[in-house]
């Protein structure tokens, strides 16, 4: 049922064994690069270029058709201008669940379905309770099954955590051929068949449009853009320096002063002038324009066991069955990608798009506007944004 495959190809190792799989298997499959970004790192080249070389050098080498889409325009409409409002609220946004949902499972899908593929395939580390090969699942005869995205063999590569915002219908169509597979073994057949050069290539990780930079560079880089041609974004309107406080949280004085909150983010370590020691931040204050700081990165100020999440997504398309029947449900947490699993309650709360969670134990540098991502045993059940935090201490917020 699903022979012609549209291929994700990124350059690198995963992808080009991926597509290899696909096409063992007997698949029609095409190799399709998708260009998210318009910019250029400091060397003065276009950090993408390299990469759509690779790309079309691995799908030249393994025989494969191979074809460009420019997602440009959709990703900074969708992602980065979420990127910028998030952190102008104080916020601290994950760019990269975003475009998971938006870009990579949302507009390349519905433009892979229009081109005549009936399935696409990604190097994602995951795996799909409909086969690696969406070989359990006949759209004809099993119109009303539901798929689960489920934890992949290697859980060192899970990335699960980065699909938990992506849609039932993506879901549905989306092959992971990795899900069994380990690293290593990944790149013992990228040699085996000849594309060993790839294993050299570093690995991308966090916001891949930012790539090596930090974050503040790259915001006073994306200061001093001009408008984009047709006007929908003026940088000089979304990004500028907004001068403030910054605030010890047992003394209450003023220790020094920021460019902007954007700049931080909660348990950052910050070196002031003029202060012997370093300090972490506690809280951003986005109404006020203050960052709050403690003077120890084990402070209690930076802990905390109850937050509040807003609009959740259920990846198998409903909430679970204990949430909906009881109120209130036992699953395991985790905000961020490395973080180990935190065994959490769920709770309804007066505002039917909000939910209350309740961790086993103290977290630090639980983050407004990070995804908190929930888990029962393999399967990944979806995420939710932070939109509260209860510190274990109140200070003077």
Known sequence: MFRKVACAVSGGVDSAVTIHLL???GLDVTGVYMNNWDSFDETGKCSSNQDMLDARKVCDTLKIPFLTIDFVRQYWLDVFNYLIESYQKGFTPNPDIVCNKCIKFGTFHEHAMELGFHAVATGHYAKSSFGDY???????????LDARLLRPVDSMKDQTFFLSSISQAALRRTMFPLSKILKGEVRRIAKEIGLGWLNEKRESTGICMIGKRNFAKFIEEV????PMSDGVLNFSKYIAEKPGKIIDVDSGQIISEHKGIHYFTMGQRVKLPGQRNAHFVAKLSAKDNIVYV???????ALY???LIVSDPH??????????QKNGK?????????????VRCQ????????DLWVTLDFPTRSLCLGQFAVFYVDNECLGSAEITRVEPLWYPLF
């Open 304 to 306: 905390g066991k109850r």
């Open 346 to 353: 769920l709770g309804s709360c007066s505002n039917p798009a």
């Open 329 to 341: 449900m036992i699953c395991n947490f985790k905000f961020q990608h490395v973080q180990r699993m």
């Open 294 to 300: 403690a003077s120890s990165s084990f402070h209690p």
């Open 314 to 323: 259920w990846v198998f398309g409903s909430p679970p069955e204990n949430l």
């Open 23 to 25: 096409a063992k298997r």
């Open 223 to 226: 200061i001093a853009l001009e």
């Open 134 to 144: 969406l070989e359990k699942y006949d759209p004809c005869e099993n119109v009303d």
